[in-house]
């Protein structure tokens, strides 16, 4: 489980929190809290919840289904 998790918390963080580069636009463009964001970019420990992937997942536009195909869970 920590292993999947990781991959789901640095697949958010490479492909769409770096590339921002700005924590405050990620956090308000995906209606999740800008602490979550300094989480999932400098944490190795956390441990992200359902319900900020359903955030983010909405705010793109695409399922959960969707998204764990595309981290490969």
């Known amino acids: ?14 492909e769409w929190v770096i590339p921002v580069n700005n ?7 995906h209606n999740i809290d800008e602490k ?3 989480r999932i970019r400098d944490d190795e420990n956390y ?9 983010i997942c909405h705010a793109r536009n ?6 764990f195909e595309m981290v490969r869970i």
């Open 36 to 38: 979550t964001v300094r």
């Open 62 to 67: 695409m399922t959960l289904a969707s998204f």
């Open 47 to 55: 441990q992200i919840a359902l319900l900020t992937i359903m955030r």
């Open 1 to 14: 489980m920590t292993e999947a998790n990781r991959k789901i918390v640095e697949f958010i963080r490479d």
């Open 23 to 29: 924590n405050s636009k990620f956090a308000v463009d």
